[in-house]
């Protein structure tokens, strides 16, 4: 099973996902769980279920819309990767919350997410999310997976972790506050 969490936004890359599930359609051994979806983007929901009806996916993909927050942890452990296609991320909380329940993740270079997976096993970095680059990967990681979680909480808790972060907002409220000037203080803050 490969989990893809996110909301309905053309950044995301859902659509060329789609389109690698349909180059994967052969294998016919895999289901691709969409977790997304809460309403305020119609239209793009609408444009997944199109994609997945013209592209005769439907056995394969399963769009289960939003989903409550507290329940995430069951779909991340059920999952045998996740998986980022985007364009864009500034961080991607999806990549954390995966690799905090031990489930790999394929993604696009985006975000933190390369810093975030050097140190786990199991997780790669595409070189692009066009969708022949996706099925090629997400082929590979549905052939050499062996069913294990492969947890770095050692990893997440030193660099994300509530002691880290704390920290780190600390340190930034410190160099504020000890500024000599008020455009110090305005760039810092930026």
Not at 61 to 77: A, F, K, R
Not at 177 to 182: A, F, G, I, L, P
Request: negative net charge; charged residues 20%; hydrophobic residues 35%.
């Amino acid at each position: 099973t490969i989990l893809f969490v996110g909301r309905m936004d053309p950044l995301k890359g859902l659509s060329n996902l789609l389109d690698a599930v349909s180059i994967l359609q052969p294998r016919n051994d895999f289901q691709l769980l969409v977790i997304g979806g809460d309403g305020k983007n119609e239209t793009e929901y609408q444009k997944m279920l199109d994609l997945i009806s013209d592209n005769n996916i439907s056995s394969l993909v399963i769009p289960l819309g939003s989903i409550p927050h507290e329940d995430m942890y069951l779909y991340y452990n059920a999952a045998d990767f996740c998986i980022i296609p985007s364009f864009y991320e500034s961080f991607s909380l999806v990549a954390l919350e995966s690799l905090s329940c031990g489930t790999p993740i394929l993604s696009t270079d985006v975000g933190e997410v390369r810093d975030m997976i050097k140190m786990c096993d199991g997780c790669r970095i595409t070189e692009d999310n066009s969708p022949v680059t996706l099925a090629r990967n997400i082929n590979d990681m549905l052939k050499y997976d062996n069913g294990q979680k492969h947890y770095c909480p050692s990893m997440l808790t030193a660099h994300y972790g509530w002691n880290t972060i704390t920290e780190k907002i600390l340190s930034v409220y410190n160099q504020v506050v000890s500024s000599d000037t008020e455009s110090e203080r305005s760039f810092l803050c930026i």
